[in-house]
């Protein structure tokens, strides 16, 4: 019998050889032949059907087809639909049986044909043959349908497969969403392989046969050709990837023709030219026949590639379905790259551009695919002229796809065209394509680095660049000159680094040349008449650092790939042998560049950053301490000469690597370290005693004060990566802030870089608390800690605008340290160095989030005049990153627990209106929460649009009623949808989220007015509770069905809840509560309603006073329990959650009125 695929663990396994009853509609059997493909059971009366079927009745060659050992058993494969899913191998041997069964029966042959196909389909049903003769065309045409039988159950497709009539049945619940061809898993990957593989093989087995016998190929195309034109998704789908994969292997078939009939017609050329015309020869005139006889063939080819091309490809290019377009665009460009002189053209071409502004990345990713293939034989493209010019301006624009592997694939696109086409792009086209180096798509990037380096940077012929003299660095010095001009023109220096990955793998070697580069530098235009400009210069510096750190690391920089790259064997070596010849050339070469840049702040805090990359042990393996001493003397003049912080950052961060108690040379550094700090401190003291000893305090003049702040940014700097505490700096920064506090007079340059002192001081403290610290220390500790935060709450509100920020991010990060230290597993110094922030704390730090992140925004926008807004742009960019700083530090106290979630209420209103500048940490604030408590993440959302509602509310009293058309309206209803997108497409993992969103608002809606307490009960709870007792046998609750709920993380002080959801949530004392009674019909009300709703809100009491403490009146609510946080147990649903941001959700239940 006829195999039925339904599963394909069964396919290998499954051995078939009896004949089977199978249950047919009787209307399915009329006449002619029957390919039965699975069990058909209709919900009328069943009949068995005989084995009638002419295709059933085979010979032991075609109905054993293969045999093959699969775990010790010997698997038979019955129908051709299995020998495709068993593999390749076996596959010519079975072609080759099913030919000599066509040769001896085409019909059964044939049919056999046409059942596969079908099952390939996935259709589980039968195919009914009767044959066209017997009809006429009336009838005929009366047959041509697709309908469905509502009698028995089934669908019908009807068609004509010349010369027969044929007839499809399946089930009507044969999904379009499940079959073969779109099956994932790695079986029905090497099924499609394999299906295109067997077309592929049975048109070359038959193309010195039965290929041109005008009945094989006029029956599969008509048949392919009417599976395609069907409204079953998986017959168009699978029809048409044959038809596409018949006409590739018949054009194959074409092109062997075509060099057959070549060689036939030279020979009969050559033939007639060796004989006399006298006479006629055998031999010519079976040259003749023979030539005739091809071009019959290539008739006949060309015929079949007809009626494919326009029945099948014309009609399915622009399918509904992406899949199937992409097909026939695929196709397509294979066959142009394979047979141009028919297809190279702009009738064929035509059809690859349009689909160019296809909607799905799919479609345009094979139109790219194609094109790149055509593109890249220079014989093609003078032919290609028109559609070149007209679809080149969407080609350029691609590489701007949404879809990142489009516009990687764009890009390499526009590189073979700028190869091979001449002037095919402008300037203007190149400038922009250039920018691409910049884009955080390392793909990308690396694309546009080679577009970059092969027509810019590697071009020879721009004699402004080209050196006077060539010398030993005369290439290199070349192409670095270009893309240093290329760097400067476009404008954007932060992204060197960038700039360096996108073209490391291709222009790696002259990159690594970092002799050619210090020897630019350190050129002197007295001796060699060559110095390059200032700006050269300082482009040329940050390029040496970023090349440092591309081959030291080995990996992208920052933001451009999601995780660090795992390097190979081979790549490692690689990185070792980078960073010893870094290490040996630097070592000599980098004191003499400092000493000739040491006034320039910017080129030497790149400069001092190249050390953090060498291979330290070189100094005392090469004995070369002596260049070790002349790099810390230069370090320490450049320390003395200059305040700016970058360049002390870099210094205190290159002292920290080279005084690594590990290597040999820490000794040296390290003393050379304390003699530097000892000098700094000596004139901190000096111009501090200095200073108290007046008796008007810090009234002194500029020059004075300058110093402190030199002195003071200098001892900061060192102090945060190196531990000054044996120098008791603390007690010196400390009185500053104090006789701050206490007198208001300190100058303001003074100020920020004493906080930063005395808050290192305290870290590197904190840190040093050990398992045996006695406990006076730790009490005494503990003190300067809540010192310290009381200092930083009273800078919360100073005057100068640098001091506040300031003190706003090291409160933040405070807040943060205490919050989570371990102090080294020293439970009793946990307990009494543990600190959060009390409810005016938090208070503060809310109120400063909203006045200088939110509300300053619209201040200034409204002060600014469009000429101020032209002039300030980079000021304003300043401030957005000043802005976005603040925000993120606060958002980690809400993340992490330190300050109450709720708080995270009012960050929330301004995510829509904010969205372009602070969306991102907004979004991840949300995901952290969720992550964190589901449930409590989930009552924030509901506080902040209750909050939003009330609001709107209000700013509508007058009028009286609301205006559900106002922008603040729509903006609340596109925040609302918003967090719907949060909860993602599972809606298991945010059935808890959700299902606490509709019991809050069912209470919401049938406790208008605060209720009263019974005892220890609340009322309402008590209702509910009666209410859902009332058929304990239905169904259990869509809450209590997954055992207990976690605990709500808050915070310890639960007034500060109250007071952000304050006017949106029911509250009342325990007082006022005790002297209200229930009504009765507000008790029956109440318990009727519920009753409505049982199924979907029933919850046990347990977890209702778990999960409803906001709406309690205040002598229910619960108080906040340390240990409660940090042992909150997170489910692995709510770890795996994500948001779903750019896609529309529907949330269940999420538009039903409760």
């Not at 091809?294 to 399915?316: D, P, S, V, W």
Request: charged share 25%; proline share 3%.
């Amino acid at each position: 019998m006829i195999a039925e695929p339904n599963t394909a663990n069964n396919l290998p396994s499954q051995k078939e050889n009896a004949v089977h009853d199978e249950t047919v509609p009787e209307s399915a059997v009329q006449n002619g032949s029957c390919v039965r493909n699975g069990n058909l059971k209709t919900p009328r009366e069943k009949r068995k059907v005989p084995q009638q079927c002419e295709n059933i009745r085979r010979s032991s060659a075609s109905s054993k087809r293969v045999s093959r050992l699969q775990n010790g058993q010997v698997v038979e494969a019955v129908t051709l639909f299995e020998v495709v899913s068993m593999g390749k191998q076996a596959m010519q041997s079975v072609v080759d049986d099913w030919v000599e069964a066509y040769k001896q029966d085409r019909n059964v042959a044939l049919l056999d044909l046409i059942n596969f196909f079908i099952q390939c389909s996935g259709c589980q049903g039968m195919v009914t043959a009767e044959m066209f003769q017997s009809l006429h065309k009336k009838d005929v045409m009366q047959k041509m349908t697709e309908n469905f039988d509502e009698e028995s159950g089934l669908q019908y497709k009807k068609f004509i497969a010349y010369p027969w009539i044929l007839t499809v049945t399946w089930p009507v619940d044969m999904g379009n969403e499940d079959y073969p061809l779109i099956r994932t898993g790695p079986y029905w990957k090497k099924f499609k392989a394999n299906f295109c593989e067997f077309i592929a093989v049975l048109v070359q087995q038959c193309q010195c046969s039965i290929l041109y016998d005008s009945y094989l190929m006029d029956t599969v195309i008509s048949l392919l050709t009417g599976l395609a034109d069907s409204m079953v998704r998986a017959f168009r789908h699978t029809s048409t990837l044959a038809a596409m994969k018949l006409l590739t292997a018949v054009l194959s078939v074409r092109l062997n023709l075509d060099v057959n009939k070549h060689n036939a017609q030279r020979l009969y050329e050559v033939e007639k030219k060796r004989i006399s015309g006298k006479r006629t020869n055998y031999r010519l005139d079976q040259l003749e026949r023979k030539r005739k006889e091809y071009e019959h063939k290539l008739l006949e080819i060309q015929n079949m590639m007809n009626a494919i091309f326009k029945g099948t490809f014309l009609n399915r290019y622009r399918d509904v379905i992406p899949e199937i377009r992409a097909t026939c665009i695929e196709e397509i460009g294979r066959w142009i790259k394979t047979y141009p002189d028919a297809f190279l053209n702009d009738s064929y071409l035509k059809y690859i551009g349009w689909m160019l502004y296809d909607k799905q990345a799919e479609v345009r990713l094979k139109c790219l695919l194609g094109l790149q293939g055509i593109y890249s034989r220079k014989e093609f493209v003078s032919r290609m002229d028109l559609f070149t010019i007209r679809f080149k301006d969407r080609i350029v624009s691609m590489p701007l796809d949404k879809d990142h592997e489009v516009a990687v694939q764009a890009m390499k696109l526009l590189m073979l065209m700028s190869q091979n086409c001449e002037d095919v792009l402008s300037a203007e086209d190149c400038e922009t394509l250039y920018q691409f180096v910049y884009t955080t798509h390392r793909p990308l990037a690396v694309a546009a680095g080679e577009f970059l380096y092969k027509r810019l940077i590697s071009h020879e012929g721009d004699e402004e660049v080209q050196p006077k003299k060539g010398g030993k660095f005369g290439a290199s010095t070349d192409q670095l000159k270009r893309l240093i001009r290329f760097f400067l023109d476009s404008k954007l220096h932060k992204h060197v680094a960038y700039l360096i990955d996108s073209l490391w793998d291709w222009a790696g070697k002259f990159l690594k040349d970092w002799e050619c580069m210090t020897t630019l530098l350190l050129k002197n235009a007295e001796e060699d008449g060559e110095e390059l400009s200032d700006a050269y210069q300082s482009a040329l510096i940050e390029i040496i650092l970023a090349t440092v750190r591309e081959a030291a690391e080995g990996h992208p920089p920052v933001g451009r790939g999601a995780a660090k790259k795992i390097l190979s064997v081979k790549e490692k070596k690689i990185q070792l042998e980078d960073c010893t010849k870094i290490t040996e050339h630097f070592i000599m070469v980098l004191p003499q560049l400092l000493a000739k840049y040491s006034t320039d702040a910017q080129k030497v805090a790149n400069l001092l950053q190249i050390p953090q990359y060498y291979d330290l042990d070189v100094y005392s393996t090469g004995h070369l301490e002596k260049h070790l001493d002349a790099l810390l003397r230069e370090m320490k003049d450049i320390v003395a000469k200059h305040s700016d912080m970058s360049v002390l950052e870099a210094s205190s961060r290159t002292y920290y690597v080279l005084c690594s108690e590990e290597i040999a040379i820490y000794s040296q550094v390290d003393h050379a370290r304390s003699q530097l700090i000892d000098e700094l401190m000596g004139q901190l003291n000096q111009l501090l005693d200095g200073f108290w000893q007046k008796e008007e305090g810090f009234c002194t003049d500029a020059g004075e004060i300058s110093r402190m702040r030199s002195v003071l940014r200098r001892v900061a700097a060192f102090h945060n990566a190196h531990d000054l505490t044996k120098w008791n700096l603390y007690d010196k920064t400390l009185r500053l802030l104090v006789f701050e506090m206490e007198h208001g007079s300190l100058p303001v340059l003074i100020i920020v870089p004493a906080l930063q002192s005395t808050y290192f001081s305290l870290l590197w403290q904190l840190a040093a608390v050990s398992e045996n610290s006695p406990k006076e220390t730790l009490f005494a500790l503990g003190r300067e800690l809540r010192h310290f935060s009381q200092i930083c709450m009273h800078f919360l509100h100073h005057k100068d605008k640098d001091v506040k920020e300031k003190a706003f991010l090291i409160l933040c990060d405070w807040l943060l340290i205490l919050s989570h230290q371990d102090a080294n597993n020293n439970e009793q110094a946990v307990g009494l160095l543990d600190y959060l922030p009390s409810t005016s704390l938090q208070e503060k730090l809310l109120l400063f989030i909203q006045e200088h992140v939110f509300m300053g925004e619209e201040e200034e926008s409204k002060d600014l005049t469009e000429e101020e807004e032209r002039k300030d742009e980079s000021c304003k960019l300043d401030n957005l990153h000043k802005k976005r700083s603040l925000l993120a530090a606060y958002c980690k106290l809400i993340a992490y627990n330190v300050v109450e979630m709720t708080a995270a209420a009012e960050i929330y209103k301004y995510y829509v209106k904010t969205y372009n500048d602070f969306g991102d940490i907004i979004r991840e604030t949300l995901s952290k929460t969720r992550h964190n408590n589901k449930i409590q993440s989930t009552k924030t959302l509901i506080i902040c649009l209750q909050q939003l509602f009330q609001a709107h509310a209000e700013s509508h009293d007058s009028s009286g009623s609301l205006d559900f058309f106002s922008a603040s309206f729509t903006n609340m209803k596109e925040l609302a949808r918003r967090f719907s997108l949060t909860f993602g497409w599972d809606q298991v993992k945010s059935r808890e989220s959700v299902a606490m969103i509709h019991k809050y608002a069912y209470l919401q809606r049938y406790v208008a007015e605060p209720l009263p307490c019974k005892g220890d009960e609340w009322q309402p709870l008590i209702w509910y509770r009666n209410s859902l007792l009332a058929n304990e046998d239905e169904e259990s609750s869509v809450l209590g069905s997954s055992g207990e709920w976690s605990p709500v993380g808050t915070s310890k002080t639960s007034s500060f809840k109250r007071k952000l959801s304050n006017g949106s949530l029911p509250e009342t004392s325990q007082t006022e509560a005790t002297r209200k009674a229930p009504e009765p019909h507000c008790a029956s009300q109440l318990a009727s309603a519920a009753g409505k709703s049982r199924k979907r809100l029933k919850s046990q009491e347990v977890h209702l006073q778990e999960h409803l403490p906001f709406l309690c009146p205040g002598g229910l609510r619960g108080r906040y329990c340390k240990d409660e946080i940090k042992t909150e147990e997170v489910s692995e649903e709510g770890q795996a959650e994500d948001t779903a941001e750019d896609v529309d959700v529907d949330v269940v239940g999420a538009d039903q009125d409760s």
